[in-house]
Each structure stands twice: as structure tokens, then as C-alpha cells.
């Protein structure tokens, strides 16, 4: 099946620093990625949408200076959450999609940022 | 806004019962619908696509789909512990959208 790779799965740093997230499609192709945050017992909160060799597309709210997705290949996007403050820490979670008009989403692992 | 609805829960169901989660949409128009668990402090996993009128079953889980009343369900059956996790429902339009999850109890 469709696997996503996602890497750190932990992060733990001061307030101020930068953190990258990469998450990798091992055996399908994502035109098109996802980056969702989600705190404790809260529900899914997508992010934003990123395509392949574009702009991300970003939810309302969120801060696109703040969250720097990049989407450089057809199976790798990377989030940056620059100068992260503990505001910021909760469980990031990226998805992906095979080609394909009715396939479904494949998640990462996820990474939980705790910002100290 | 196309929405997607779920129960919060939670839902508490007897061990080696049938679990019963249902989904509502508001676009008539979807065609491509999921099933989703998620544990606790854990991502989302795949548990089930369903895509034409009808019942869907694979081992102890079945999604039904009903476009006219614009309807999906998932039915798990012979409930165990290890089932107790958040069920999401999501259907796909341009984008998948996610309803925000059923808890779902099992009790030993």
C-alpha cells in the first residue's frame, strides 16, 4: 500500500528555533501534499495544501511566513516552522494522494514539536 | 462550505458487539468516501474506501454508503478493545474533507 514517510517523529528544542519536517511518498507519486496540526484531543486542522514545484496554498489563520512548506519533487515536501515558539508545539501530521481522481489520503507518522 | 458530520461521541459499545459509526454529507455530488482511525497520539490511519451504493466488507468492517440520503457508515463487528480509537470520516471532493471524529469505547 501507499506509504508516507514522515521524519522527526520528536522534536524537542528552545523558543526561537527553526525546526523542518520532511515528509516523503516512498512509493507513489504526490502531486499534491498536505500538512495538518493537531492539538490534544482536538480534531484535524489542515494547514495547508502543497503542490509539486508551486506555492503552498494556506488555510485562513495560518501564518505562511510562520509555516514554510516547499514541495521541491513529486515525493517530498518539507515544513519549516521558523523561530517556534511553545505556542507552537503540538502534533504535525503530513498526508499525501496517489494520482488518481478518487484516491484517498496516506498519512505520515506525524512529529510532535514541544518547544521549550 | 461542505461539511462532513460525525457524532463526537463518546460511544461506548460491549466487547463482541456491533460498533456503529455514522457520517452525513452536505455535497450531493461526492463520489469517494473513507473511513479513517486514528489512535491516541497516533496519525490517521486507512481503514476503508467505499466509492458505489451499498454495503463494503472487509474482515470485521463494513462501510455502507447510501448517496441518496447522503449517508456513509461503518459497522465494526465482534467489537474488540484494540477498536477503541477515533473514527474519522472523510469524503473526498476536490480535496478530501474530514468530519471531526466519533470516539468510540470499547468495553471489556
Known amino acids: 500500500g501507499a506509504v508516507v514517510s514522515q521524519h522527526p517523529s520528536r522534536v524537542i528544542c528552545k523558543s526561537g528555533t527553526s525546526v523542518k519536517i520532511e515528509c516523503r511518498s516512498l512509493d507513489f507519486q504526490a502531486t499534491t501534499m498536505f500538512w495538518y496540526r493537531q492539538f490534544p484531543k482536538q480534531s484535524l486542522m489542515l494547514m495547508a495544501t502543497?503542490?509539486?514545484?508551486?506555492?503552498?496554498?494556506?488555510e485562513q489563520g495560518v501564518e505562511k511566513d510562520k509555516f514554510l512548506i516547499n514541495h521541491a519533487s513529486l515525493t517530498l515536501s518539507t515544513l519549516t516552522v521558523t523561530s517556534a515558539h511553545p505556542e507552537d508545539s503540538s502534533f504535525y501530521i503530513c498526508s499525501a494522494r496517489d494520482f488518481g481522481s478518487n484516491q484517498p489520503q496516506h498519512f505520515g507518522d506525524g512529529t510532535r514539536l514541544s518547544i521549550l | 462550505q461542505k461539511e462532513v458530520e460525525q457524532n463526537s461521541g463518546p460511544l461506548s459499545v460491549p466487547e463482541g458487539a456491533i460498533a456503529s459509526l455514522n457520517c452525513t454529507y452536505s455535497d450531493r455530488g461526492s463520489q469517494s468516501f473513507f473511513w479513517y482511525r486514528q489512535y491516541s497520539g497516533k496519525s490517521p490511519e486507512l481503514i476503508m474506501s467505499i466509492y458505489s451504493n451499498g454495503d463494503k466488507e472487509d474482515g470485521r468492517f463494513t462501510a455502507q454508503l447510501n448517496k441518496a440520503s447522503q449517508y456513509v457508515s461503518l459497522l465494526i463487528r465482534d467489537s474488540q478493545p484494540s477498536d477503541s480509537a477515533t473514527y474519522l470520516c472523510?469524503?473526498?471532493?476536490?480535496?478530501?474533507?474530514f468530519g471531526k471524529g466519533t470516539r468510540l469505547h470499547i468495553l471489556p
Open positions: 472523510a469524503v473526498l471532493d476536490d480535496k478530501i474533507i
Open positions: 502543497s503542490n509539486e514545484g508551486s506555492k503552498a496554498t494556506y
